[in-house]
Protein backbone atom coordinates (compact mmCIF):
# COMPACT_ATOMS: atom_id res chain seq x y z
CA UNK A 1 0.00 0.00 0.00
CA UNK A 2 1.26 3.68 -0.98
CA UNK A 3 0.51 7.11 0.37
CA UNK A 4 1.74 10.57 0.91
CA UNK A 5 5.03 12.09 2.46
CA UNK A 6 4.29 15.93 2.59
CA UNK A 7 7.73 17.59 3.71
CA UNK A 8 7.28 20.95 4.94
CA UNK A 9 9.90 24.19 4.37
CA UNK A 10 12.49 26.34 2.67
CA UNK A 11 14.47 24.67 -0.98
CA UNK A 12 16.98 27.65 -1.92
CA UNK A 13 18.85 28.50 -5.24
CA UNK A 14 22.23 26.20 -4.38
CA UNK A 15 25.90 27.07 -5.32
CA UNK A 16 28.54 25.06 -4.63
CA UNK A 17 32.17 24.49 -5.79
CA UNK A 18 32.91 23.24 -9.07
CA UNK A 19 36.75 23.65 -9.30
CA UNK A 20 38.62 25.89 -10.99
CA UNK A 21 37.06 28.85 -9.46
CA UNK A 22 33.85 27.88 -10.96
CA UNK A 23 30.35 27.60 -8.66
CA UNK A 24 27.34 24.93 -10.20
CA UNK A 25 24.10 25.86 -9.51
CA UNK A 26 21.09 23.73 -8.60
CA UNK A 27 18.62 23.89 -5.28
CA UNK A 28 18.47 22.45 -2.29
CA UNK A 29 17.57 23.00 1.07
CA UNK A 30 17.17 20.68 4.50
CA UNK A 31 13.47 19.65 3.78
CA UNK A 32 13.92 19.77 0.00
CA UNK A 33 16.61 17.28 0.53
CA UNK A 34 15.32 14.96 2.39
CA UNK A 35 11.86 14.32 -0.01
CA UNK A 36 14.29 14.18 -3.18
CA UNK A 37 15.97 11.28 -1.03
CA UNK A 38 12.64 9.67 0.49
CA UNK A 39 11.31 10.38 -3.23
CA UNK A 40 14.34 8.21 -4.82
CA UNK A 41 14.27 5.61 -2.09
CA UNK A 42 10.18 5.26 -1.84
CA UNK A 43 8.27 2.72 -4.37
CA UNK A 44 6.37 4.17 -6.73
CA UNK A 45 3.16 3.66 -4.91
CA UNK A 46 4.50 6.45 -2.18
CA UNK A 47 3.50 10.24 -3.29
CA UNK A 48 5.97 12.46 -2.02
CA UNK A 49 5.05 16.50 -2.11
CA UNK A 50 7.12 19.50 -1.19
CA UNK A 51 5.06 22.81 0.37
CA UNK A 52 7.01 25.75 0.05
CA UNK A 53 6.36 29.38 -0.89
CA UNK A 54 8.37 30.51 -3.82
CA UNK A 55 8.43 33.66 -6.07
CA UNK A 56 7.17 34.61 -9.82
CA UNK A 57 10.80 35.06 -11.22
CA UNK A 58 12.33 32.44 -13.53
CA UNK A 59 14.37 30.66 -11.37
CA UNK A 60 11.40 29.97 -8.56
CA UNK A 61 10.06 28.35 -12.18
CA UNK A 62 12.91 26.47 -12.97
CA UNK A 63 13.30 25.17 -9.42
CA UNK A 64 9.66 24.09 -9.80
CA UNK A 65 10.37 22.67 -13.24
CA UNK A 66 13.43 20.27 -11.57
CA UNK A 67 11.20 19.34 -8.36
CA UNK A 68 8.76 17.85 -11.13
CA UNK A 69 11.18 16.24 -13.04
CA UNK A 70 12.45 14.59 -9.51
CA UNK A 71 8.90 13.30 -8.94
CA UNK A 72 8.27 15.69 -6.22
CA UNK A 73 4.56 16.88 -6.13
CA UNK A 74 4.26 21.02 -6.23
CA UNK A 75 0.41 21.65 -6.40
CA UNK A 76 0.24 22.41 -2.83
CA UNK A 77 3.58 24.91 -3.52
CA UNK A 78 1.73 28.70 -3.15
CA UNK A 79 3.67 31.09 -5.86
CA UNK A 80 3.92 35.10 -3.80
CA UNK A 81 4.02 38.23 -6.41
CA UNK A 82 7.52 40.19 -6.30
CA UNK A 83 9.06 37.19 -4.42
CA UNK A 84 12.70 35.07 -4.80
CA UNK A 85 14.15 31.75 -3.21
CA UNK A 86 16.88 32.52 -1.22
CA UNK A 87 20.34 31.46 -1.84
CA UNK A 88 23.14 29.87 -0.49
CA UNK A 89 26.73 29.27 -1.31
CA UNK A 90 29.14 26.41 -0.20
CA UNK A 91 32.51 26.78 0.71
CA UNK A 92 34.63 23.67 1.23
CA UNK A 93 37.34 22.18 2.87
CA UNK A 94 38.70 19.03 3.70
CA UNK A 95 35.21 17.72 2.89
CA UNK A 96 33.50 20.08 5.54
CA UNK A 97 31.01 23.16 4.71
CA UNK A 98 30.64 26.82 5.41
CA UNK A 99 27.42 28.48 4.23
CA UNK A 100 27.00 31.87 3.14
CA UNK A 101 22.90 32.64 2.95
CA UNK A 102 20.78 35.77 1.46
CA UNK A 103 17.68 34.79 2.43
CA UNK A 104 15.77 38.00 3.94
CA UNK A 105 13.16 38.41 1.52
CA UNK A 106 13.11 34.53 0.43
CA UNK A 107 9.07 33.51 -0.16
CA UNK A 108 9.31 30.69 1.79
CA UNK A 109 9.00 32.99 5.09
CA UNK A 110 5.37 33.47 3.86
CA UNK A 111 4.50 29.77 3.75
CA UNK A 112 2.76 29.16 6.74
CA UNK A 113 0.53 32.47 5.80
CA UNK A 114 -2.24 30.72 4.53
CA UNK A 115 -3.77 28.60 7.45
CA UNK A 116 -6.07 26.99 4.92
CA UNK A 117 -4.20 25.84 2.31
CA UNK A 118 -1.52 25.04 5.00
CA UNK A 119 -4.31 22.39 6.63
CA UNK A 120 -5.42 20.82 3.39
CA UNK A 121 -2.06 19.79 2.26
CA UNK A 122 -1.39 18.69 5.58
CA UNK A 123 -4.73 16.72 5.82
CA UNK A 124 -4.31 14.82 2.31
CA UNK A 125 -0.80 13.57 3.77
CA UNK A 126 -0.51 10.56 5.94
CA UNK A 127 2.77 11.25 6.98
CA UNK A 128 4.46 15.39 7.74
CA UNK A 129 8.01 16.44 7.72
CA UNK A 130 9.41 19.74 8.71
CA UNK A 131 12.71 21.06 10.44
CA UNK A 132 13.85 23.66 12.96
CA UNK A 133 14.53 25.62 10.03
CA UNK A 134 11.03 25.31 8.51
CA UNK A 135 10.58 27.02 12.29
CA UNK A 136 13.51 29.36 12.22
CA UNK A 137 12.66 31.33 8.81
CA UNK A 138 9.14 31.86 9.83
CA UNK A 139 7.73 35.03 11.98
CA UNK A 140 6.36 34.07 15.40
CA UNK A 141 2.50 33.82 14.22
CA UNK A 142 3.53 31.93 11.56
CA UNK A 143 5.54 29.16 13.57
CA UNK A 144 2.35 29.34 15.64
CA UNK A 145 0.05 28.77 12.84
CA UNK A 146 2.53 25.91 11.75
CA UNK A 147 2.69 24.30 15.29
CA UNK A 148 -0.77 24.02 15.52
CA UNK A 149 -1.43 22.21 12.21
CA UNK A 150 1.30 19.84 12.90
CA UNK A 151 -0.25 18.83 16.48
CA UNK A 152 -3.78 18.46 14.88
CA UNK A 153 -2.08 15.98 12.74
CA UNK A 154 -0.20 14.10 15.34
CA UNK A 155 -3.37 14.12 17.34
CA UNK A 156 -5.23 12.97 14.08
CA UNK A 157 -2.56 9.57 14.21
CA UNK A 158 -0.64 11.01 11.31
CA UNK A 159 3.26 10.46 11.39
CA UNK A 160 4.60 13.78 12.24
CA UNK A 161 8.64 13.62 11.83
CA UNK A 162 11.16 16.43 12.66
CA UNK A 163 14.40 17.40 12.91
CA UNK A 164 15.40 20.00 15.17
CA UNK A 165 18.41 21.15 12.89
CA UNK A 166 19.79 23.69 14.86
CA UNK A 167 20.65 26.83 13.22
CA UNK A 168 21.45 30.07 15.67
CA UNK A 169 22.04 32.41 12.83
CA UNK A 170 18.31 32.37 11.93
CA UNK A 171 16.98 32.75 15.16
CA UNK A 172 16.45 36.66 17.19
CA UNK A 173 18.00 34.54 20.83
CA UNK A 174 19.12 31.62 21.98
CA UNK A 175 16.19 31.35 24.76
CA UNK A 176 13.53 31.11 21.72
CA UNK A 177 15.23 29.12 19.48
CA UNK A 178 15.45 26.21 22.29
CA UNK A 179 11.57 26.90 23.00
CA UNK A 180 10.56 26.70 19.76
CA UNK A 181 12.79 23.90 18.90
CA UNK A 182 10.95 21.86 22.18
CA UNK A 183 8.01 23.19 20.76
CA UNK A 184 8.13 22.05 17.55
CA UNK A 185 9.49 18.52 18.83
CA UNK A 186 6.19 18.48 21.32
CA UNK A 187 4.22 18.47 17.95
CA UNK A 188 6.06 15.28 16.41
CA UNK A 189 5.41 11.63 16.31
CA UNK A 190 9.29 11.37 15.53
CA UNK A 191 12.34 13.31 16.70
CA UNK A 192 15.84 13.08 14.19
CA UNK A 193 18.05 15.16 15.75
CA UNK A 194 21.54 15.67 15.24
CA UNK A 195 23.66 14.58 18.94
CA UNK A 196 26.57 17.48 18.08
CA UNK A 197 23.69 19.81 17.79
CA UNK A 198 22.11 18.78 21.09
CA UNK A 199 25.21 18.72 22.92
CA UNK A 200 26.22 22.26 21.48
CA UNK A 201 22.63 23.76 22.40
CA UNK A 202 20.84 21.95 24.95
CA UNK A 203 24.18 20.69 26.71
CA UNK A 204 23.79 16.81 26.35
CA UNK A 205 26.51 14.96 27.98
CA UNK A 206 25.52 12.03 26.45
CA UNK A 207 23.20 10.52 22.98
CA UNK A 208 20.85 8.88 26.33
CA UNK A 209 20.71 12.66 27.94
CA UNK A 210 19.19 13.25 24.59
CA UNK A 211 16.61 10.58 24.08
CA UNK A 212 15.46 11.04 27.61
CA UNK A 213 14.82 14.71 26.97
CA UNK A 214 13.06 14.26 23.93
CA UNK A 215 11.04 11.45 25.87
CA UNK A 216 10.21 14.05 28.49
CA UNK A 217 8.90 16.31 26.39
CA UNK A 218 6.38 13.36 24.81
CA UNK A 219 7.96 12.26 21.78
CA UNK A 220 7.54 8.99 21.38
CA UNK A 221 10.01 7.48 19.33
CA UNK A 222 13.52 9.04 18.46
CA UNK A 223 16.74 8.73 16.42
CA UNK A 224 19.61 10.43 17.45
CA UNK A 225 22.31 10.51 14.67
CA UNK A 226 25.93 10.76 15.56
CA UNK A 227 28.25 11.04 12.47
CA UNK A 228 30.68 8.46 12.15
CA UNK A 229 29.46 6.72 15.81
CA UNK A 230 26.46 5.82 14.19
CA UNK A 231 22.30 6.39 15.08
CA UNK A 232 20.75 5.40 18.65
CA UNK A 233 16.89 4.34 18.47
CA UNK A 234 14.20 4.45 20.95
CA UNK A 235 10.85 3.50 19.83
CA UNK A 236 8.30 3.70 22.65
CA UNK A 237 9.20 1.39 25.37
CA UNK A 238 11.51 -0.90 23.56
CA UNK A 239 15.27 -0.82 24.56
CA UNK A 240 17.76 1.39 22.68
CA UNK A 241 19.16 0.10 19.47
CA UNK A 242 22.45 1.47 18.36
CA UNK A 243 23.38 1.35 14.79
CA UNK A 244 26.74 1.59 13.40
CA UNK A 245 27.43 4.46 10.80
CA UNK A 246 28.52 3.17 7.09
CA UNK A 247 32.14 4.19 6.75
CA UNK A 248 32.53 6.51 3.51
CA UNK A 249 35.29 5.46 1.21
CA UNK A 250 36.01 9.28 0.23
CA UNK A 251 34.49 12.25 1.86
CA UNK A 252 34.00 14.72 -0.61
CA UNK A 253 31.06 16.74 0.40
CA UNK A 254 29.34 16.20 4.25
CA UNK A 255 26.46 18.67 2.73
CA UNK A 256 23.34 16.63 2.72
CA UNK A 257 24.90 13.66 5.04
CA UNK A 258 21.67 14.01 7.81
CA UNK A 259 18.69 14.87 5.18
CA UNK A 260 20.03 12.04 3.22
CA UNK A 261 19.86 9.45 6.50
CA UNK A 262 16.21 11.12 6.89
CA UNK A 263 14.58 10.62 3.80
CA UNK A 264 16.17 6.82 3.68
CA UNK A 265 15.27 5.83 6.85
CA UNK A 266 11.62 7.66 6.28
CA UNK A 267 11.16 5.45 3.08
CA UNK A 268 11.79 2.26 4.72
CA UNK A 269 9.86 2.79 8.19
CA UNK A 270 7.04 3.94 6.26
CA UNK A 271 6.58 0.84 4.07
CA UNK A 272 6.95 -1.26 7.55
CA UNK A 273 10.59 -1.71 7.74
CA UNK A 274 11.89 -2.25 11.29
CA UNK A 275 13.63 0.90 13.04
CA UNK A 276 16.90 -0.81 12.84
CA UNK A 277 16.66 -1.98 9.48
CA UNK A 278 15.72 1.37 8.08
CA UNK A 279 18.35 3.15 9.92
CA UNK A 280 20.62 0.85 8.59
CA UNK A 281 19.69 1.27 5.39
CA UNK A 282 19.55 5.51 6.05
CA UNK A 283 23.54 5.11 6.68
CA UNK A 284 24.07 3.43 3.63
CA UNK A 285 22.58 6.15 2.12
CA UNK A 286 24.34 8.95 4.02
CA UNK A 287 27.93 7.29 3.16
CA UNK A 288 27.41 7.49 -0.60
CA UNK A 289 26.02 11.06 -0.36
CA UNK A 290 28.73 12.36 0.93
CA UNK A 291 31.31 10.89 -1.38
CA UNK A 292 29.70 13.69 -4.05
CA UNK A 293 29.54 17.16 -4.14
CA UNK A 294 26.71 19.31 -3.71
CA UNK A 295 23.43 18.41 -1.48
CA UNK A 296 21.79 16.25 -3.99
CA UNK A 297 23.64 13.49 -5.81
CA UNK A 298 21.71 11.03 -8.78
CA UNK A 299 19.33 8.58 -7.14
CA UNK A 300 21.21 5.90 -9.89
CA UNK A 301 24.28 5.78 -7.35
CA UNK A 302 21.86 5.69 -4.13
CA UNK A 303 22.21 1.56 -3.27
CA UNK A 304 18.86 -0.70 -3.22
Not at 17 to 27: H, S, V
Not at 30 to 52: G, M
Not at 137 to 155: G, Q
Amino acid sequence: MGGKLLSIGECMVELSQAGEGLLRKGFAGDTFNTAWYARACLPAEWLVDYYTAVGDDPLSTEMLTMMKAAGIGTTAIRRIEGKTPGLYLITLKNGERTFSYWRDTAAAKKLADDPDHLRAAIEGSDVVYFSGITLGILAPEAVDTLLAELRRAKASGKTVAFDPNIRPRLWPNKDYMLKTIEDGARAATLVLPSFDDETTHFGDKTVADTVARYKALGVENVVVKNGAEGATISFGTSEQIYVPAVTATNVVDTTSAGDSFNGAFLSRLVCGVAPAEAAAYGASVASVVIGHHGALISPGLLPG
